[in-house]
């Protein structure tokens, strides 16, 4: 069978379907175009952490957190526990009243003046080692303060291979994904006390309701969590189409491999075709590690760019960002980038993107260190972008889909 022939086979099996509704099922987070914004999925979780929160779960969420990480959950119901969403008031007080430095964290958590437990969220930022350092020196003071740090399952083995980067005496963390969260804490949560609520009062299980369907979007090769039911279709799915997909993935490899790279079209006709397919086999990607029948994930979207005869790739733009950096740090070709004061700025901003100086660290911003440079790398896509393009103005690079996600279809 052609290509086409066997992806209409795909697109018309009832498990492909459903796997369809499941990505395309609305929510609020998805029609409020905040999928991947880190202040709400902090302020979802300090709400759901608070014991006097609105839910009524009184200690049971933050119970089930302490024994995702192993720790001893006694919270009788007296316990006075504060938690903080992104606001300054309340840990100031905690601060104060502890001898902590000053900061700011995502979730704050203080159980009677002694317990505290730092949570940080990262969604589509870059994981910096020099912020998770700078929590636990403001926090030195306190020798038992819990620090947790949670980030979409796609990013897992960035987080591990950082932390374990790290000197020894700052590996503290707790390393979670959304993924633990999801099914150590959501989902017993909501199987005990979906039937709980009167029909006119079940607004908090249809907000969280919500927030686990938003754990299924997909952005940039960037996944926050795949829940129980997309495992099962994709399980019934694969055990089906095993064969079609084998064959699917040989015309796809053959394509992108077997011809010179200027001939190549793309092997989905419509980005709508793309984006379900990149869908599917995220969700095979994940149950590979948990099933041996998935020996390998099928139709892998990556970054490529082309610099000096050289092709870099990564899993993300931000990877083949900092890749692209030390292969010019490396060709000895920096100095063409930066301006008389060794920086290089984007488009109307005062933050440098690439800087030689110290100094510049000071600002706002996480610099990536590259010797002798530091690179900020707590971007945007629009940032990247535009010192990409800067780039590409110096060194004719080849960067597909400008000003878009810069994606490629790439073989594994």
Known sequence: MDKQEIIKIIKEDSDFGELKNMFDEPNIFKVTNMCFTETWH???????????????????????????????????????????????????KICQKKGYKKCEFDTFININYK??????????????KEQIKRYIDVMES????????????????????????????YKKWHCLTFQDLYENILCPLFDKHKNDCCPYDNSKMVLISDYMKNLRCNRGGIRIAYTQEEQEKADSFFNKRKQQLNELQEIYENEIICKPREQRTAFF??????????????ILFYLE????????????????????????????????????????VEEGLMEKLLDNNGRLFYENSAIPAITKSQDDKKGKGYYTEIKP??????????????????????????????????????PN
Do not use: M
């Open 289 to 328: 590690h948990k099933t041996p029948q998935f020996n390998k994930p099928y139709f892998k979207l990556a970054y490529q760019i082309d610099f000096e005869g050289k092709t870099i790739t990564g899993n993300d733009y931000k990877e083949v960002f900092i890749k692209l950096i030390e292969q010019i």
């Open 142 to 169: 306190d020798k038992d303060c819990i620090f947790i740090y949670v980030v979409p399952i796609t990013q897992k083995e960035v987080l591990l291979k950082t932390y374990n980067e790290l000197e020894d005496n």
């Open 42 to 92: 902090s302020s979802f979780w300090s709400w759901l952490f608070d014991p006097q929160g609105s839910h009524g779960f009184k200690t049971e969420p933050l119970s089930l957190l302490f024994k995702t990480i192993n720790e001893d959950a006694c919270f009788p119901d007296s316990t006075l526990i504060f938690t903080q969403p992104n606001e300054k008031g309340l840990s100031e």
């Open 373 to 410: 440079y530091f690179i900020n790398t707590h971007y945007g896509i629009g940032e990247f972008n535009k010192v990409i393009d800067k780039i590409i103005e110096k060194f004719n690079i080849i960067w597909p889909k400008k000003h878009s996600l810069s994606r490629t279809l790439w």
């Open 115 to 128: 317990r505290t437990v730092i949570i940080e969220y990262k969604i589509k930022a870059q994981i910096e």
């Open 269 to 282: 006709d419509n980005d709508d075709d793309e984006a379900l397919f990149s869908y599917i086999s995220g």
